[in-house]
């Protein structure tokens, strides 16, 4: 349940939401389990047990519990700041989603990409597992993928006929 109080007469929601955050080397999935272990919701991006991003664990809390896991209890992570805002990064709920499900593919079909790729036009998954996903296509040795992304640095992509999909 979001909460909605006023703050200098513009009204703030404040509820549950994806925060990126630091960790150390090789200590994400440790730190995603002491979060988790802590009653709050995270995210390790891993495959057989080894981070897919270096140092990267989400949670998913509201800011002031996010804060409180790093300060409080002692959780060793570092939140990414957002410099327009001044305040802790937010992944919007859809974009997480999407980026969940397209990892959760095997690596054969989808799986992280190390880099940026030329990426082509807005579209939708209208059919299939990742049916509701958005993203952007792109076409690589004859197949087709659908690319989703994370604060313009991290992407993830996933085979889908080209006849799923419908331009944004």
Not at 97 to 121: I, K, N, Q, W, Y
Not at 132 to 159: H, P, Q
């Amino acid at each position: 349940m979001a909460i909605v109080t006023e703050n200098k007469s513009l009204l703030v929601r404040q509820g549950p939401c994806w925060y990126a955050a630091r960790t150390r080397f090789g200590a994400e999935l440790a730190v995603g389990e002491r979060i988790g272990r802590l009653g709050v919701e995270s995210f390790v991006p891993a495959e057989r047990r080894r981070a897919l991003i270096p140092c990267m664990v989400f949670v998913r809390a509201t800011k002031e519990r996010a804060c409180e896991l790093a300060n409080v209890d002692g959780v060793p992570v570092k939140y990414l700041i957002d410099p327009a805002r001044r305040s802790l990064m937010v992944v919007p709920d859809k974009q997480m989603e999407d980026f969940r499900r397209v990892l959760d593919l095997s690596t054969e079909e989808g799986g992280l990409l190390d880099r940026p790729l030329a990426l082509g036009a807005r579209v939708r998954v209208i059919k299939g597992v990742l049916s509701g996903v958005e993203g952007r296509v792109l076409e690589l040795r004859g197949r087709t993928y659908v690319v989703v992304e994370l604060f313009g640095s991290w992407f993830a992509k996933a085979s889908v006929p080209r006849a799923w999909l419908e331009a944004i």
